[in-house]
């Protein structure tokens, strides 16, 4: 993981033209205080996150290393977690000092505890001296040194030292933060860019688990103890962002079969997670208590009825970013592009920028309802494209969609193995995005909008109404 840089808040009025829109990426995460982010009442979201805050600062409020916090929050990549964390970082800034951390993509499908103890120990010391309160460089060297001697051989740690050390006078000197990060750093450095020396790296590590947690432990207690001298909040908040990236495989391994070892870790910690990691047989709840999920917003309820209050949410988010009256031809053609989202943000980002860039080629300075289709249809082919073989996963989405459930690809009887390869494919659509979860006062799955536009999606459901009515 590296860590995430803190984002700067916008002070922009909303764009008056399409040129403005070009300038800014939207897809990026709000930081806190951003002109543009607005809060989204709908669906308990807010009342989630306030929740999550108490607990936080009730974890805050007991002593002793039994003190404190491990949780998990998930949902739907694109519903908006990394702009909700970094505005719960904001509000615990008197309480806790934060520390956002995000995967790096080559670990997407092998992440593990050791890789993650390893990696948070550089952007530890990394962040605390960007901070202005570099750590003990003793400490620093000292828990590099001990990684290094789990990792490497004798020789290739003389030679690594030697490298550092020459680079070091070559510069100047060592900054403040020395040997141990620079080591560290070369460390990780290794574990991202070679798959070999990753599965070497991890398998090492792995043979001395309780050595491990001990030497990070000491690392954080020892930034714990410099927020101290220097007046700042002695708590540290480690934000393990982007987990929800994770393959299947990786994220049952990392957060349900090491979750035991991630609690110990000596400081307040958010782990994100994928969606379909706490369907059975899984269940993270299981082995993490403290377990939340940031829903999507409902735009339409179980019986397909529009809900006016998430269509409205949705629009005045755009409405934050862009001048309405100006650049759409009708609030009619804003409305269909909150539909087509599902609720997803991200998702309503995509769109409003399709729309745009269809509205932009043909020399339009309005979106208007051909724009709007057109950018609809680029969604709906970006979401068939994960959707093969059709014969695979359309029928079971035809049984989504009218049951609200999970549905179920096989028979009844076809015992674990069967169940197993149904979960997986349903978790598959649930990771893709295909098939979106909504809670509110109860659970229920939904296909999304654009994909329910699929010719292959019609036929199937109507078979499915075929089968089902005879």
């Not at 480690?238 to 299947?248: E, S």
Request: hydrophobic share 40%; net charge negative.
């Amino acid at each position: 993981m590296s860590a995430l840089p803190t984002p700067v808040a916008q002070h922009l009025p909303p764009a008056t033209s399409f040129r403005d829109v070009f300038r800014t990426d939207w897809l990026q995460p709000l930081a806190p205080g951003d002109d543009w982010y607005q809060m989204l009442t709908v669906n308990s979201r807010d009342r989630k996150m306030n929740i999550i805050i108490r607990d936080l600062r009730r974890s805050a409020e007991k002593a002793g290393e039994q003190g404190f916090c491990s949780m998990i929050l998930t949902g739907h990549r694109g519903c908006g977690k990394t702009t909700e964390l970094r505005r719960l970082e904001h509000e615990l800034r008197d309480t806790f000092f934060p520390v956002h951390l995000t995967l790096n993509e080559s670990f997407r499908e092998d992440f593990d505890y050791s890789l993650l103890m390893l990696t948070m120990s550089e952007e530890i010391m990394v962040r605390f001296e960007a901070a202005g309160m570099p750590l003990n460089p003793a400490l620093g060297e000292e828990v590099a040194l001990w990684f290094a001697e789990q990792t490497i051989s004798t020789q290739e740690r003389e030679v690594l030292s030697a490298e550092i050390r020459a680079e070091a006078q070559a510069k100047g000197g060592f900054s403040l933060a020395g040997f141990g990060l620079s080591l560290l750093s070369r460390l990780r450095a290794q574990a991202v860019g070679s798959l070999e020396r990753r599965v070497e790296i991890k398998q090492r590590l792995q043979l001395k688990p309780d050595d491990l947690l001990r030497r990070v432990n000491s690392l954080l207690a020892e930034a714990r103890a410099e927020l101290k001298r220097r007046g700042q909040p002695e708590r540290l908040l480690v934000v393990h962002d982007n987990l929800d990236r994770l393959g299947k495989d990786a994220a049952v391994q990392l957060l349900h079969q090491s979750g035991y070892v991630l609690q110990q870790l000596a400081a307040d910690c958010i782990f994100t997670a994928p969606v379909p990691t706490v369907l059975a047989p899984h269940m993270l709840t299981n082995v993490f208590p403290s377990y939340y999920s940031l829903p999507m917003i409902t735009l339409r309820n179980r019986a397909d009825e529009v809900v006016e209050d998430g269509v409205e949410a949705l629009a005045g988010l755009v409405e934050r970013r862009m001048d309405i009256s100006r650049l759409f031809d009708s609030r009619d053609s804003l409305r269909r592009l909150c539909l087509a989202s599902g609720g997803s943000v991200r998702d309503l980002m995509r769109l409003l920028i399709g729309a745009v860039r269809e509205a932009d080629v043909d020399d339009k300075d309005r979106i208007d309802g051909q724009a709007v289709e057109q950018a609809v249809t680029s969604l709906r082919i970006d979401y068939e494209q994960h959707l093969v073989p059709e014969r695979l996963y359309y029928p079971r989405l035809a049984q989504i969609h009218r049951t609200k459930g999970s549905g179920y690809a096989g028979s009844e009887d076809g015992g674990e193995e069967a169940a197993d390869k149904d979960r997986s494919s349903f978790g598959a659509m649930l990771l893709n995005g295909t098939v979106l979860e909504y809670n509110g006062r109860e659970n229920w799955y939904g296909v999304h909008p654009v994909v329910q536009e699929s010719r292959h999606f019609t036929e199937a459901l109507a078979k499915y109404d075929r089968t089902r009515a005879a």
